[in-house]
């Protein structure tokens, strides 16, 4: 016996709303349809390797960079700071990264040291 969902897809195809393909994969879905079983739920995702050990020192150094707009967070970033410090020597050079971190009163080379 269909369920009230599977009365309602049927409804639906006989109004033309939906065709015969879309019925039956609705139905299937539902395990309305006789023999058919509703499809397996996705496999969980596989849970990712950990990451391989810092060394010695460089544990747990971050910027973190927290941006605050009524007492409420709205940027909340911890960098690692070798990639910081990576960051520096890249943009460092270009005097107009410096200049405009100097508007807000943010000097680079304080900040990774």
């Known amino acids: 016996m ?3 969902e599977g009365k309602q ?3 639906l195809l006989a109004e033309g709303k939906i065709d015969t393909d879309q019925a039956f994969r609705l139905l299937r879905a539902l395990g309305d ?3 058919m079983a509703p499809p397996l739920p996705p496999p969980p995702p596989a849970r990712e390797p950990p ?5 010695p020192g460089l ?4 910027l973190r960079i927290q941006v605050l707009s009524g007492g409420k967070n709205k940027v909340n970033i911890a960098i690692p700071l070798a990639i ?3 960051g ?3 943009m460092g050079g270009s005097g107009l990264v410096k200049g405009h971190l100097a508007k807000f009163g943010i000097d680079l ?3 990774v040291r």
């Open 33 to 35: 349809i006789p023999g």
């Open 9 to 11: 897809i049927v409804r």
């Open 88 to 90: 520096k020597v890249k």
């Open 109 to 111: 080379d304080e900040l």
């Open 2 to 4: 269909p369920s009230d």
């Open 84 to 86: 910081a410090r990576m």
């Open 51 to 55: 990451a391989a050990p810092l060394p």
């Open 59 to 62: 544990k747990g150094r971050i």
